[in-house]
């Protein structure tokens, strides 16, 4: 599974689990760090992890188990590291305090359109 098709992969298990203002940034020609963030919303602190409960269950059952996770315990964010896809949940508050969104700005927008169910 390439970093896109896993990053794709994760924006469609966010979307599916009403995740809020999903968002994938490609970053590869701007920072070593990684290719691609997804970030998204939670609505609540128990939202954020069954969201990223979801991801990592998804993901393994392609084969795919995160190198490294963080934020469990903070409720209010939490990141899997794929390697290639880091993937960010948050709260509202806690995305609006990090900031990821501006922080990267100039990575690539990428369009998940299609990816998101029309609900």
């Not at 069954?50 to 991801?55: F, Q």
């Not at 059952?61 to 964010?77: C, D, F, I, L, M």
């Amino acid at each position: 599974m390439t970093s896109k098709e896993l990053a794709c992969e994760a924006v469609r298990v966010l979307d599916k689990k009403k995740a809020a203002d999903i968002k994938m940034v490609g970053i590869k020609d701007i920072s070593v760090l990684t290719d691609y963030f997804v970030i998204a919303t939670g609505t609540s602190s128990t939202h954020v992890k069954s969201l990223a409960d979801e991801v990592e269950f998804a993901l393994k059952q392609e084969g795919v188990k995160p190198a490294h996770t963080e934020g469990y315990r903070s409720n209010s964010w939490v990141l899997l590291d794929y390697g290639g896809v880091i993937v960010h949940i948050f709260t509202e508050d806690a995305r609006a305090f990090y900031d990821l969104d501006h922080l990267w700005r100039d990575g690539e927008a990428i369009d998940i359109g299609n990816l998101l169910t029309s609900e």
